[in-house]
T-cell receptor
C-alpha cells in the first residue's frame, strides 16, 4: 500500500514559468513532510520541509503548501530554471518515538524545464 | 566535505553470490539508513540504525543484513544475491533538527547493483 503518492510521473514547463509538483498521502499519522531533489547519478538532496502545524513554508523560489484535510501537499517553483530539471521526491514522517528519520517516499516526479 | 560516502558505485553479481556495500559518514550523525530505489517505487527503507550498536528492519529487509561497525560506518550485506535485488542502493545519515523535531537525511551518491 503506497502511503505517499506522486501521481504525475513527469512534468514539463517553460523556463520562467511556475512548476507545481503534487503529492498525496493516506496516513493521517504523518506530521512532517519533506521534498528531496535528485539529479542523475547523485543521491537525493533535501530541498524544503513543512510541519503539519503549518500550511505554507517558503524558501526563495521554493514554496511548499500543505492541505491537511485533503492529505495533499504541493511544491511550487517560481520562476522555474533549467537547473531545476531533476527528479523530485515527496516524503513523509511521523515524528517522535522510534520513528527517527524513517521517511516514506513517493514515487518521484521528473521535472524538465525547457529554456 | 565528504558527507556520506558509499562504495562501490557499480557492481554486477551472479545469482547466489554475496557482497557487502560499504557506507561511511563524517558528519557525526547518530542515525544511519539503507534505502533502495526502484523504478515507479520511490525509495524504500531496508534497514536503519538509530544509534551505534542498534539496528532495526525497515520496510523491505528480506535478503539483507546490516552491521553498524561504529558511529561512522554502516554496511549492507547480500548473502545470496537474487535478480529481485537489482536496484540502486542509497545510504543516508541523519541529524535531529531541534527546531523541527525531525530528522533530515543526507544521502550518499548511490550504488548501482545488477544481479544476473
Amino acid at each position: 500500500d503506497q502511503q505517499v503518492k506522486q501521481n504525475s510521473p513527469s512534468l514539463s514547463v517553460q523556463e520562467g514559468r511556475i512548476s507545481i509538483l503534487n503529492c498525496d498521502y493516506t496516513n493521517s499519522m504523518f506530521d512532517y513532510f519533506l521534498w528531496y531533489k535528485k539529479y542523475p547519478a547523485e543521491g537525493p538532496t533535501f530541498l524544503i520541509s513543512i510541519s503539519s502545524i503549518k500550511d505554507k513554508n517558503e524558501d526563495g523560489r521554493f514554496t511548499v503548501f500543505l492541505n491537511k484535510s485533503a492529505k495533499h501537499l504541493s511544491l511550487h517553483i517560481v520562476p522555474s530554471q533549467p537547473g531545476d530539471s531533476a527528479v523530485y521526491f515527496c516524503a513523509a514522517l511521523k515524528r517522535g518515538g522510534t520513528s527517527y528519520g524513517k521517511l516514506t517516499f513517493g514515487q518521484g516526479t521528473i521535472l524538465t524545464v525547457h529554456p | 566535505n565528504a558527507g556520506v560516502t558509499q562504495t562501490p558505485k557499480f557492481q554486477v553479481l551472479k545469482t547466489g553470490q554475496s557482497m557487502t556495500l560499504q557506507c561511511a559518514q563524517d558528519m557525526n550523525h547518530n542515525s544511519m539508513y539503507w534505502y533502495r530505489q526502484d523504478p515507479g517505487m520511490g525509495l524504500r527503507l531496508i534497514y536503519y540504525s538509530a544509534s551505534e550498536g542498534t539496528t532495526d528492519k525497515g520496510e523491505v529487509p528480506n535478503g539483507y543484513n546490516v552491521s553498524r561497525l561504529n558511529k561512522r560506518e554502516f554496511s549492507l550485506r547480500l548473502e545470496s544475491a537474487a535478480p529481485s535485488q537489482t536496484s540502486v542502493y542509497f545510504c543516508a545519515s541523519s541529524s535531529w533538527i531541534a527546531s523541527s523535531g525531525a530528522n533530515v537525511l543526507t544521502f550518499g551518491a548511490g550504488s548501482r547493483l545488477t544481479v544476473l
